[in-house]
């Protein structure tokens, strides 16, 4: 029996497993426990399904074969022979599709983001670069009808922001979000240039997977908590009142702040879920170096530092660097169309998981 078989028949046993329990009264009262395997139910299914078809081939080539070994009648040879022909393509088929189901999902995948842009080098030319990308994703997030909020602002000297984070809320957020982290870098004449000089600038952007409190536990005398007055250019954002919030992790020192509610509980919470969601990143990254350095995925994670994609004004174009990706369709870009930019990405990152799979086998 093949690997891949054998693989089909234990998740088919897991499948019927699952399906037992979720008809358990003791299940049923536990209401996290029962949503998760129902997930995990449904996504089962969709590889029970494909592998029940699969066996189904398999049994009518091993009868088409047979009758092509044993049958004398040419009507029935015939008829053999076709069946083969329509037979062993839809094996490869099925083959195919059933690999790619079987590569391992991110967890995190499901997951809503907290994604944070930053300005870095180019001055004001970075932050009005770092707003034209907040702009880019707002308009992505409405064309897949997913919510975002602002959680912290703090806005550029001409335009744009030297800092932004939002929480953006829908289905598979993460699972799509998650090639976006890294550094973007734009080359064009700023509009602060008064000699038409292409200049280059830059913005990270970190999309963050939003941690519930099952997935850090946080001590809250580990937490230093400070209040002060929000502020922001042309009186936007401004209070009188002490509503914005910072909160300093003491273990690690990493520090939250949140001003853009008008409450100070509406702060804390949303600060408290960026600083749940930037401890559960790092801690995930930590566990992913310690257990496979050299399986990181090249496309959706690794060094945040690194350079990942080039907006071109001049020529129009935006190249992806991972994977050698050029697109001249900016415009496009620039305003939300970066649904085939992230598709080939996610090609590329599943085409990788399926490789390392492979030699892992071998």
């Known amino acids: 029996m093949s690997s891949l078989l054998e693989k089909l028949i234990s998740i088919k046993e897991r499948w019927e497993e699952v399906g037992q ?13 029962y949503v998760k395997l129902n997930k995990e139910y449904s996504e089962l299914k ?12 398999i049994d009518n ?15 029935f040879r015939e008829m053999a022979k076709a069946e083969l022909n329509e037979l062993e393509p839809r ?53 897949k009808g997913w919510k975002h909020e602002v959680a912290t602002i703090n806005e550029g000297t001409s335009g744009g922001f030297k800092e932004i984070s939002f929480e953006v809320s829908g289905d598979n957020v993460y699972g799509t979000m998650k090639f976006e982290s890294g550094v973007h870098r734009v080359q064009r004449v700023p509009q602060t240039e008064t000699q038409g000089r292409v200049h280059t600038s830059a913005a990270s952007v970190a999309v963050l997977p939003e941690a519930d409190e099952v ?17 922001g250019a042309g009186g936007q954002h401004v209070n009188k009142t002490e509503s914005a919030v910072r909160l300093t992790h003491i273990p690690t020192n990493t520090v939250v702040e949140c001003q853009d509610g008008r409450s100070q509980l509406k702060n804390y919470e949303k600060a408290m879920k960026v600083l749940r969601s930037r401890l559960y990143e790092a801690e ?10 050299d399986r990181k995925s090249q496309v959706s994670t690794g060094d945040r530092s690194a350079k990942i994609r080039t ?31 992230i598709e080939a990405l996610r090609v590329a990152e599943n085409a990788e998981k399926l490789q390392a799979g492979m030699e892992e086998n071998i």
């Open 21 to 33: 329990l979720i008809t358990d009264p003791e299940i049923i009262a536990d209401m996290n426990r």
């Open 46 to 57: 969709e590889i029970v399904d494909a592998y029940e078809e699969y066996q189904n081939v």
């Open 61 to 75: 080539i091993a009868s088409s074969k047979k009758i092509l070994n044993e049958e004398k009648d040419e009507d």
């Open 91 to 143: 094996k490869e088929e099925l083959e195919e599709s059933i690999k790619m189901m079987l590569i391992p999902k991110d967890p995190d995948d499901d997951k809503n983001v907290i994604i944070e842009i930053r300005a870095g080098a180019g001055g004001d030319e970075a932050s009005i670069f770092a707003g034209d990308l907040y702009r880019m994703y707002t308009k992505f997030i409405e064309s």
């Open 215 to 231: 997935d850090v536990k946080i001590n809250p005398a580990d937490i230093k908590k400070d209040t002060f007055r929000a502020s």
């Open 284 to 293: 995930v990254e930590k566990r992913e170096k310690e257990i496979a350095a």
């Open 311 to 341: 907006y071109n004004y001049p020529q129009g174009r935006v190249t992806d660097h991972r994977i050698n990706l050029t697109l001249y369709n900016l415009d496009g870009i620039i305003n939300g169309e970066i649904g085939e930019v």
